[in-house]
């Protein structure tokens, strides 16, 4: 009799096991995945008030970071360049005569353009996309990169413009955070085409820009 209660003990026993697992193995793993992810929360009225001030955005002109919303980009590698840096790189850059001179040979103009030219060296064109985005030229898509006159003995970029499309001022209307990753949301007056978010990631001390989307796309 005793051997058959042993018996009897470790059946039951080892079912309970079975049954454990199986329970176990039956919860979502979606769910699991939820319990793990950051939770969404809106931004505090300072942290809005910092990216609206004049510390990140905004400022005296020009600044550059102004300028990572003048298009639309899912990834980083897919910002426009022409557009980032249409009024410059944000560093004092002066084209010389000779390179002036050198921009109208290599484009075959009669003459020089009764406007200002612009000019972005291949460093620092690559300093602002480190700094901004933790890549260089030569890790993006290079979209519309050909608009510049690159003249390779100088090293440069150079474009001849009279207008501007530098935003001033730019203004979140609301803001989220998620984990390490920040959602600013805006009203894009300036290109008139309605509601976007920019998401950047916090990196050490400072942001790097990860996209600018039409709010829909999320």
């Known amino acids: 009799m005793a051997i058959k209660k042993l018996k009897m003990l470790s059946l039951i026993f080892l079912v309970v096991i079975i049954c454990i697992g199986v329970v176990t193995g039956c919860i979502?793993?979606?769910d699991n995945d939820q319990n793990n992810s950051p939770?969404?929360?809106p931004l505090s009225?300072?942290?809005l008030e910092y990216f609206n001030g004049d510390e990140f955005f905004n400022g005296e002109y020009m600044n550059i970071r102004?300028?990572?919303?003048?298009?639309l980009y899912d990834v980083p590698e897919e910002i426009n360049l022409f557009e980032l840096f249409y009024c410059g790189s944000g560093f004092d850059e002066?084209?010389?005569e000779e390179e002036r001179n050198a921009v109208v040979a290599h484009n075959n103009w009669d003459m020089e353009p009764d406007c200002a030219c612009i000019k972005i060296s291949r460093i620092n064109m690559d300093t602002v996309l480190i700094d901004n985005m933790g890549l260089i030229i030569a890790d993006t898509e290079k979209i519309d990169l050909?608009?510049?006159t690159y003249l390779k003995q100088y090293d440069s970029y150079y474009l001849y413009h009279g207008d501007t499309n530098y935003r001033m001022n730019i203004f979140f209307f609301d803001g989220e955070r998620?984990?390490?990753?920040i959602r600013l949301f805006y009203d894009d007056e300036f290109m008139g085409e309605g509601e976007k978010v920019l998401t950047l990631r916090e990196y050490g001390e400072t942001y790097l820009f990860v996209s600018n989307q039409k709010s829909a796309v999320l």
């Open 28 to 30: 979502p793993e979606e």
């Open 39 to 41: 939770q969404i929360t």
């Open 45 to 47: 009225a300072e942290e």
């Open 66 to 71: 102004n300028q990572f919303i003048s298009s």
């Open 94 to 96: 002066i084209p010389t």
């Open 146 to 148: 050909e608009c510049f």
């Open 178 to 181: 998620e984990g390490n990753i």
